[in-house]
């Protein structure tokens, strides 16, 4: 089955550029959403078919995806952006949805 | 508004069954797959599977076939998931999200604990 592969932390200085990864077998091919969740809510999605933004998410937040490494860009980063981050990917080949681990942003 | 309201939190037996309801308002139910993430305390999010409410057609992660199934009732607008044979680490928060293949979940509903325990 299809693995998404996040590292568990990141860590950013407010008005920095943060970026999260999510490594995959060919992922460039494949369209990469992009969620994220803080402590007791539902998660929010924030880029969507790899690097639109959903109305309401701030232009801070870009996604790209290339050969076997999607990335979300999180600009000028805020103490409000720490929070979970998961990607999220279509396996065509199993018709089954596969989520990354997770990567927990702090804010410093 | 668009919104996917679930029903509230279960606590059931090891072994017993739970049934999680989610109504969709704003929308027609029948226009979007409805799928189904489960989150265990202090875990990731992990996807159990989808319900095409037009057809009624399901696809179900191999974790949990067997164990899961996914109705809806396009009459009341409501998606339901249903897991049996309830163990102690099924303990989790279960949420419903709508989202068309190979689209993104643009929306979720606020998410259902249910705790097993004996």
């Known amino acids: 089955s299809y693995v998404l592969t996040q590292p568990p932390s990141v860590s950013g200085a407010p008005g920095k550029t943060a970026r999260i990864t999510c490594g995959g077998n060919n992922i460039g091919g494949k369209s990469v959403h992009w969620y994220l969740q803080k402590p007791g809510q539902a998660p929010v999605l924030v880029i969507y078919?790899?690097?639109d933004r959903p109305s309401g998410i701030p232009e801070r937040f870009s996604g790209s995806n290339s050969g076997n490494t999607a990335t979300l860009t999180i600009s000028r980063v805020e103490a409000g952006d720490e929070a979970d981050y998961y990607c999220q990917v279509w396996d065509s080949s199993s018709d089954h949805v596969v989520f990354g681990g997770g990567t927990k942003l702090t804010v410093l | 508004q668009v919104q996917l309201v679930q029903s509230g939190a279960e606590v059931k037996k090891p072994g017993a069954s739970v049934r999680v309801s989610c109504k969709a308002s704003g929308y027609t139910l029948s226009g979007y797959f409805m799928h189904w993430v489960r989150q265990a305390p202090g875990q990731g999010l992990e996807w159990m599977g989808w319900?095409?409410?037009?057809?009624?057609?399901?696809n179900y992660a191999r974790n949990f076939q067997g164990r899961v199934t996914m109705t809806r009732d396009t009459s009341i607008s409501i998606a339901y998931m249903e897991l049996s044979r309830l163990r102690s680490d099924d303990t989790a928060v279960y949420y419903c999200?709508?989202?068309?293949?190979?689209?993104?979940?643009?929306?979720w509903g606020q998410g259902t604990m249910v705790t097993v325990s004996s």
């Open positions: 319900i095409n409410p037009n057809s009624g057609d399901t």
């Open positions: 999200a709508r989202g068309n293949i190979p689209s993104a979940f643009d929306i």
């Open positions: 078919y790899n690097s």
